[in-house]
């Protein structure tokens, strides 16, 4: 069973969360959520409150996860400022195994220095930042990255990860449980 690991700050946006985490529970694989905080309760963009299976700060750094996931929403400024974010990304890396980001969160990547000679795509606010955007593309993975455009894109985004992490079988029938 596939291991992945979503990390929330406060602010972040549930449908780029909630979605794909649903899909790859719907796909057999096992999603544990972390708050960035100490908290256990974390509250998105539209006041959504989340009970977190853990926290950042419980997850010994060396746990190994088949994909750490990073949704976006304004919890992005968060994300970018704990350097144990960057941390996590780069040990992901370094193993050789995925990492995916959704709307502003692929800047996580580029401050890690991963975006460089990369194709990606991430939400359109962060096109002065992110010049080499694909603007055009829902879902772009690129060797183990995977980076989506936003909450329009959060369903192709989770399918595209079930497909990854579990089989191309398995997100269309993933696809076809619920009507995409």
Known sequence: MSRVLFILAE????IEAIGPIDLLRRGGAEVIVAALSEQFHVTGRCGITVH?????TAIAADTNFDLLVLPGGPGVK????????????LAQHARGRWLAAICAAPTVFNDAGLLEGRRYTAHRSTASELGAILAGERVVVDGFLVTSRGAGTALDFGL???????SPEKAQEVARSIHA
């Not at 977190?52 to 950042?56: G, I, K, N, Q, R």
């Open 52 to 56: 977190a299976d853990t926290t950042l």
């Open 11 to 14: 602010g972040f946006e549930e």
């Open 160 to 166: 595209k990860l079930v497909e990854l992490l579990v």
């Open 78 to 89: 968060s994300l970018r400022s704990d350097p144990r974010v960057k941390d996590r990304v």
